[in-house]
């Protein structure tokens, strides 16, 4: 099969839905400060503001399955796409601090489910020797996302629009909203889903325009691995066999590390980094320049990890961001703590996410999904996404109170779990670098 110009078309888009979980996952970090002042919000009011949007993810990523399988990822998309511009429009425009959290809200369900559908959609579109790279653009997208709202929130802080500088740094997301809205009108449907429907014709008609050479061929094996799949539909990822939980081990696998990729304070530290500056008492317009540089060694890193995540391994990257990201996260701390060298306290910073993106932020979704059997690997992912929105949510809502009382405290526990991390990995997780997933399911001992 090759790539023509729809299957990149196909990709792109739903690659597109991962920029605007970036940046609506990074852009509230720039609207913190003029949002305590215009609501007069205290710690815990703040962490609410920023918190409630993770809230709307754990929903999002949980119901968007279901619609996705119902109506198609595609048209789940256009969903998400309008949940984001009514989210942006929403906090643009917000009288009230109450209507600034229902929008956050909403754009907090579009999050949660295009980090479901979006990779779908292109895993059901790309053909087999693509299909790593095309998915993995979704992961690249979602960093450059976190750039653009570093840089967007920098340049609106230029214009100094005063108490208003928040309602342009979160409303100006409608931007791509819009076009991500109307770029999804111009796909078509996946020829997989159309064949769960029985709409076969359709079906065909998508192969043959994705460059497919025999249709008819794809379409009988498209139909055959559907069928094998209703008949394991029904099974159970907490099913209990003699001895304890059937699927004990990928459970306990990605339940780990879900919850240790939170527990670096990644999101946090992204969603509070102008607040972490100005407590090193850098300016605000400062702390934005310096959140861009952060953003792009971010992008830069997360390129080097998918660039070396079949080569070193998953298992060593784990280890290897463990030890770096401990290092990184104790001089944070101590910066804080001593009331000395703030001015390295960027390059501490820089460093941190260099460590992070190259191991949890490249390995996560992979491991993930390569623990568990094809006969409940999706319920094993909604799993670990679940554990993943659920742990952000409490972290991020927790962070602004904690570090009230004193900045270094959040990092000190950071740097903490990042040692329990290494730890665990090197004595519990098994590396599946070239490891067929037979062979894998062999090693965690399912049957």
């Given at each position: ?350 460093a941190y996410i260099a460590f992070f993106a190259v191991s949890q932020g490249a390995v996560i979704w992979v491991y993930i999904s390569e623990v568990f059997p094809t006969r409940v690997r999706g319920k094993g992912q909604s799993l670990g996404a679940g554990t993943h929105w659920t742990m952000n949510a409490i972290i991020s809502g927790i962070f602004p109170v904690v570090a009230a009382r004193s900045g270094a405290y959040p990092f000190i526990f950071f740097a903490a779990m990042m040692v329990l991390q290494f730890f665990v990995v090197l004595f519990f997780f098994p590396e599946t670098k070239q490891v067929s997933l037979e062979e894998l399911q062999r090693k965690l001992q399912i049957d």
């Open positions: 099969m090759t790539v023509n110009k729809y299957i990149v078309r196909g990709a792109l888009v739903g690659a597109l839905g991962g920029l605007l979980f970036g940046f609506d996952t990074a852009v509230i970090s720039g609207a913190t400060a003029s949002l305590t002042r215009a609501y007069g919000l205290t710690a815990s009011q703040l962490g609410l503001t920023v918190s409630i949007a993770l809230l709307g993810t754990i929903v999002g990523a949980l119901g968007s399955g279901v619609l996705g399988q119902r109506y198609g990822a595609r048209e789940a998309l256009r969903l998400t796409a309008l949940l984001y511009l009514l989210s942006a429009l929403g906090c643009a425009f917000a009288p009230s601090w109450g209507f600034l959290l229902a929008s956050r809200l909403l754009g907090g369900l579009g999050i949660g489910g295009s980090s479901v559908l979006g990779p779908v959609y292109i895993t059901e579109i790309a053909p087999p020797r693509l299909r790593g790279r095309l998915v993995g653009t979704f992961q690249i997208n979602i960093v450059v996302g976190i750039l653009l709202a570093y840089l967007s929130n920098f340049l609106i802080g230029l214009l100094h629009l005063g108490l208003a500088e928040w309602r342009w740094e979160l409303g100006v997301a409608a931007l791509p909203a819009a076009i991500f809205l109307g770029l999804l009108f111009i796909i078509p449907h996946s020829a997989r889903w159309l064949a769960l429907q029985g709409r076969l014709e359709e079906a065909r008609d998508v192969l043959a325009l994705m460059g497919t050479p025999n249709p008819q061929a794809e379409l009988d094996e498209i139909r055959a691995a559907l069928h094998e799949q209703v008949n394991v539909k029904g099974a159970a990822l907490f099913e209990f066999r003699k001895g304890g939980l059937r699927y004990g081990k990928p459970i306990f696998l990605a339940i780990a590390i879900a919850a240790f990729n939170q527990l670096t304070g990644i999101n946090a530290v992204l969603y509070y980094l102008n607040d972490i500056f100005a407590a090193a008492g850098f300016s605000q317009l400062s702390g934005s320049l310096q959140a861009v540089a952060i953003g792009a060694m971010n992008l830069l890193a997360t390129l080097v990890g998918m660039a070396l995540i079949d080569r070193l391994g998953r298992k060593m990257l784990l280890l290897v961001g463990s030890v770096g990201t401990a290092i990184c996260l104790s001089c944070v701390a101590a910066i804080f703590l001593l009331k000395q060298h703030q001015d390295l306290l960027v390059w501490a910073l820089v």
